[in-house]
């Protein structure tokens, strides 16, 4: 049995990009394990993970095979009627193929195939030692790293994401022998940068973690994290809050530090005033702080920072932190002040200077496009058509704030603040700043009707504005982003119930456009809806033919879309779907092929089988059963009630022949196959389910 040992690589580095981090460190890691395998080295792998911290990418694994399997090599020669000749002297074609493989001919083994007998050349060799390989390997790894821009250091060709350092090689408790970017391995490794500025020795694999952990760095960056979560939030408690934990910055946090320290904060509660959103921006995504909040989640006037360092003096980190932010909240309460003086509706004056898009006109044109469909849909579902109305004329106005200049994400929530404070009404307030909901992938739908309505003018009129102006989407390039609108468009419809037709609404939206063009219509701009609702459905679990059987069939909104997807599925699941499919699509094809008009009644003194009689009762009596719960739209009951009908489908397909030669017959049996189709797919086309 092949001896196993524990593997190290540690790649120490300048500090790495911080959001390229993790990837470089998964890369890194598989890299190494494909590097291995490919070579047939074993490996158990156990928990492994990558381990990374700003300055080092590493891998440890428990158990690397030290030594590869043996070799074994197959190599077909040429056929006998080519290697020998009529005496069965070797020919130079089988000369030269046993020199080459550096054995007499006469050591050669042979084998056949579909085109005869041949030579063949099998060799055994052992294993390299995995010692032996391992610089390669990881060589390999290095160049199939995802690195945009490599630098260049010091007088060598060498190029990594960062300069190198050092180079940590262990198999066991041995040092394997490598230069790599200009470093020889070795087992010694570096401590943090200022709480342990020495060489720390690696004596073994297994000893990895403690080391570095003894030297400050804590390089799980799971580990990492996990501290850092539970000292911000005892940070937070401290002051009787609870902190913010953004995903995205506590991972940029995590990339960023070696030994984690939580640092509690405070700022002027009169920056209070601005915003919150600003506030929390400004800390967020600029100075990579946690912001913590009250029991009602309310901002408060405290903050956590993180640093790198456990310092002897917290107070004057804590001091630096506070008074890194102070011009921030400065800037922008001067910024919300100025936009308050100058009032939300002044600010729309300048709308008319600033182009939208070319063909499209002014940002003030698509609000006054967004005011007209909002208005419309408004009416359609009840909603006030005045504030809808008033809403979208004052929706793009924040573009012009100064508060939306220096925050961009701020559009909508700037003017939902200028709004309130301008006297307008709560409900269009907050519209103003629903209209952009969803603003990502995982965003809830804009809460209020009217947020809904003034959301779902705005996509009409990017999508059919962006088709009309010729920026349908191409590949990976999406100037407007139509994907995400229709996406958008097509989840506030849908979570919103809106008992709407899309074709017809987007018909408007088109009506509406300042250029008209002719290779687009409506019907394209609908189909690239459900095209995205094809793949937001997919990864909700519902299969593709399912998709495919309701999206055959008209149905009249994505509520009502929604409703019937619901009952294929639960169709589906049934034992009976895959055969009642099955027949659905052997009658879709006999009635396709029928050379005659078929009848649109079925006569039942024609029938001349019990089968046919017996299945034109159950088709009758299903259908009156299901009429209620069709016009109900409860599908379920629909599709649940047509099931029961296998037994006489099968009974008429098994006994009764419908292409007979006596056409008032045949007409007759093809309208009842007509009936019992058009119920069957009255919910969705449910021969999709059969394969």
């Excluded at 000292?231 to 506590?250: F, S, T």
């Excluded at 921030?328 to 002040?337: L, S, Y």
């Amino acid at each position: 049995m092949t001896a196993m040992q524990p593997l190290l690589v540690e790649l120490g580095t300048e500090e790495l990009p911080v959001k390229a981090l993790s990837g470089l460190a998964q890369a890194f890691f598989d890299g190494v394990l494909e590097g291995l395998r490919k070579r047939g080295i074993e490996i158990e792998r156990g928990d492994a993970k990558p381990l990374y911290t700003p300055r080092r990418l590493a891998v440890m694994l428990p158990a690397v095979a030290t030594e590869q399997p043996e070799q074994k090599s197959e190599v077909l020669g040429p056929y006998l009627n080519i290697a020998l000749d009529a005496n069965g002297a070797p020919t130079k074609a089988l000369q030269g193929f046993a020199a080459k493989a550096g054995v007499e001919w006469t050591q050669l083994e042979r084998t056949s195939d579909a085109k005869g007998e041949r030579f063949v050349h099998r060799a055994v060799k052992p294993g390299a030692r995995t010692a032996d390989l391992l610089g390669e390997i990881v060589r390999e790894a290095i160049a199939a790293m995802p690195i945009p821009k490599p630098m260049r250091w010091g007088a060598h060709a060498h190029a990594f994401a960062r300069p190198v350092h050092w180079l940590v090689l262990l198999l066991g408790n041995d040092v394997v022998d490598a230069e790599l970017l200009g470093v020889r391995s070795g087992r010694t490794s570096r401590g943090h940068r200022f709480m342990h500025d020495e060489n720390i020795v690696i004596d073994a694999p297994s000893s990895y973690i403690d080391a570095l952990r003894a030297a400050h760095v804590i390089v799980d960056p799971d580990a990492r994290r996990d501290r850092i979560v539970a000292e911000v939030e005892a940070a937070a408690r401290q002051g009787g809050g609870q902190a913010r934990i953004d995903a995205g910055i506590l991972e940029e946090v995590n990339g960023l530090t070696e030994w984690p320290h939580a640092i509690a904060c405070s700022f002027d509660r009169a920056f209070l005033a601005v915003p919150s959103e600003a506030l929390i921006a400004t800390m967020e995504a600029n100075q990579k702080f946690f912001p913590v909040l009250d029991a009602d989640g309310r901002l408060g006037e405290r903050f956590v920072g993180v640093a790198n360092i456990a310092s002897r003096d917290e107070s004057e980190v804590r001091k630096g932190y506070e008074r890194v932010i102070r011009p921030r909240f400065a800037d922008a309460k001067f910024f919300f002040d100025e936009d308050l003086k100058q009032g939300l509706a002044a600010m729309g004056e300048g709308l008319a200077g600033v182009t939208y898009q070319a063909k499209l006109g002014s940002i003030a044109d698509k609000a006054a496009r967004v005011a007209t469909l909002a208005e419309s849909i408004a009416t359609q579902v009840g909603a006030d058509a005045a504030l809808a109305r008033r809403a979208a004329q004052l929706a793009k106005n924040d573009l012009q704030s100064r508060l939306v200049g220096e925050f961009p994400e701020l559009q909508g929530i700037a003017g939902r603040h200028y709004a309130q404070a301008a006297g307008e009404s709560s409900e269009v307030a907050a519209a103003i700043d629903e209209a952009y909901m969803p603003r990502f992938s995982a965003d809830s739908i804009a809460p209020s009707k009217l947020g809904q309505v003034l959301a779902i003018a705005e996509r009409l009129d990017t999508l059919a504005g962006g088709f009309a102006a010729g920026l349908k989407p191409t590949g990976n390039k999406d100037p407007f982003a139509l994907r995400r609108n229709a996406l958008g468009l097509a989840r506030t419809l849908l979570e919103g119930g809106f008992d709407l037709l899309p074709f017809a609404l987007l018909e408007h939206a088109v009506s509406v456009q300042p250029v008209k063009n002719d290779d687009f219509s409506a019907f394209e701009v609908t189909q690239f809806i459900y095209d995205r609702l094809r793949s937001y459905y997919a990864e909700r679990g519902v299969p593709a033919e399912q998709f495919a059987a309701v999206e055959a069939v008209a149905h009249d909104s994505l509520p009502d879309f929604d409703a019937r997807l619901r009952a294929i599925g639960a169709f589906a699941a049934l034992p009976d779907a895959a055969a009642l499919a099955a027949a659905n699509k052997r009658i879709r094809n006999i009635l396709r092929k029928a050379d005659e008009p078929v009848p649109s009644r079925v006569d039942p003194s024609l029938f001349a089988l019990d089968a046919e009689r017996a299945l034109a009762d159950a088709v009758d009596a299903a259908i009156e059963e299901t009429e209620a719960a069709l016009e109900q739209r409860d599908y379920v009951a629909v599709l649940m009630r047509l099931a029961q009908l296998r037994p006489q489908v099968d009974a008429f397909f098994d006994a009764v022949m419908v292409n007979v030669d006596d056409a008032a017959v045949r007409g007759n049996r093809l309208a009842l196959l007509q009936r019992l189709g058009d119920r069957l797919g009255n919910v969705a086309a449910i021969e999709h389910l059969s394969i």
